[in-house]
């Protein structure tokens, strides 16, 4: 089956905050997020992509969205993130960051992944940076919820060009699945130069 993809800028944003929000919980809830998800918080946290500077890459079965990809400047982005790169010699005005790339598992393996980068990475250049980076949640090969079959995206983020900006971590809090508390999470950058 082909997916539609649409892109949805600034203003635009605004009208699929409710899909987006409900497919980044369902998604998320997978490994290794864990996230137990809260729509409210959700739906909060994404209406300020419709501020400007942000784009969405949507994927469409039909007319529901199966999947999507946001990104932004990094400096738009949550400041736990852009002060992760104090630790290195890139500035974060030059940085676009890829925020969340979420698919359904029945709809992956058709290329979705490259599309959803091809369109960030040519918005990142259109905005004028010079690096596009993501993070990646940094969870214990040993956690008890971790699938024996789970295969790590590093390989296919690698031929994309990108690669691990060696000890840069962002640190953020989200409640675990079955959890009462959130806790801190680290995540992994990663980046690629324009």
Request: hydrophobic share 40%.
């Amino acid at each position: 089956m082909s997916l539609d993809y649409r892109i949805y800028r600034g203003a635009e944003i605004a009208a699929i905050v409710p899909d987006l929000a409900r497919l980044r919980i369902t998604v998320f809830r997978d490994w290794p997020y864990l996230y137990e998800g809260d729509l409210a918080y959700e739906t909060g946290y994404l209406a300020r992509y419709a501020q400007g500077g942000a784009i969405v890459v949507a994927a469409y079965d039909g007319a529901q969205m199966v999947g999507a990809a946001t990104g932004m400047p990094l400096l738009q982005h949550d400041d736990d993130f852009s002060g992760a790169l104090a630790a290195c010699d890139i500035a974060a005005e030059d940085v676009f960051y890829c925020a969340e790339s979420v698919l359904m598992q029945d709809h992956r393996g058709q290329g979705a992944g490259h599309i959803f980068f091809d369109a960030r990475e040519a918005e990142a250049r259109a905005q004028g940076k010079t690096y596009s980076a993501f993070c990646a949640v940094v969870r214990p090969a040993d956690h008890p919820m971790a699938p024996k079959d789970y295969r790590p995206l590093d390989e296919f983020w690698k031929k994309r060009g990108y690669q691990k900006l060696d000890g840069v971590f962002a640190e953020f809090s989200w409640l675990d699945i079955g959890d009462s508390e959130k806790t801190q999470k680290r995540l992994q950058f990663w980046i690629k130069q324009l």
